[in-house]
């Protein structure tokens, strides 16, 4: 069936380098890419995604590539603060045929060592 | 322009028991989707609604149930709980319209944190 898997788990930088999660999903006809970010006690929040018709989307200090034929997307955070310490889940979604659930990564879990 | 709101935030049943989630979409929002969240299966789809009517489903049993009203809020029903519904419920609303390559942004509200005993 239909999955994303992401990597790696958890993910301890110090403050000020560059944090990198990746993802790989399974279904070809995915075309949505979304990047939330969840802080304790609170729903996901939508940082940056990206379209399949799209390499990279840049947004200040958060970037998000997409390889399309390898099936994978990554998101890049620079200059990493120590509110980015969160938990990181990226998704995939396909808007053909009416169906547009999102598949989700078990998330990461970064924190940002000051 | 307010977020989704979702209410109770917490909620304690007991086995056997059933409950019921409401869930406000962003305004002009007219999709609302159902999502299940544990430490150990991460995010889950349960349903999704657009225009009162449900438009995908995820793997779940039928206890789990849901409906939309004609001003796009949504509520969610968890019949005969048991231990392992415990877990955060997410909501989420999406401005998509019904149309083939209609990207689908959707926004997350708190959740409602529901433990069953």
């Known amino acids: 069936g239909e999955n994303v898997e992401q990597h790696p788990s958890t993910l301890s930088v110090q403050e000020g380098d560059s944090a990198v999660i990746k993802c790989t999903y399974s279904d070809s006809a995915s075309n949505y890419f979304p990047w939330y970010k969840q802080e304790l006690g609170k729903g996901p929040q939508l940082i940056i995604d990206i379209r399949s018709n799209v390499g990279e989307k840049k947004d200040q200090r958060i970037a998000v590539t997409l390889n399309k034929t390898a099936k994978h997307f990554s998101l890049h955070i620079t200059e990493t603060q120590p509110e980015d310490s969160a938990v990181y889940f990226c998704a995939a979604s396909r808007t053909t045929s009416g169906t547009y659930k999102y598949i989700f990564g078990t998330g990461t879990r970064l924190k940002v060592l000051a | 322009k307010a977020g989704v709101t979702q209410t109770p935030r917490y909620l304690i049943k007991t086995r056997g028991q059933q409950v019921t989630l409401s869930c406000s979409p962003i305004?002009?929002?007219?999709?609302v989707s159902w999502y299940q969240q544990t430490p150990g299966q991460g995010l889950q789809f349960l349903f999704e609604?657009?225009?009162?009517?449900?438009?995908n489903k995820g793997n779940f049993p039928g206890r789990f149930s849901g409906r939309q009203f004609s001003n796009s809020r949504s509520e969610m029903n968890v019949s005969t709980l048991e231990l392992g519904d415990s877990a955060l419920y997410l909501c989420a609303s999406s401005n998509r319209g019904y149309l083939v390559f209609s990207y689908n942004e959707q926004f997350f509200g708190p959740g409602t944190r529901l433990t069953v005993l």
């Open positions: 305004s002009g929002h007219r999709s």
């Open positions: 609604y657009f225009s009162e009517t449900q438009r």
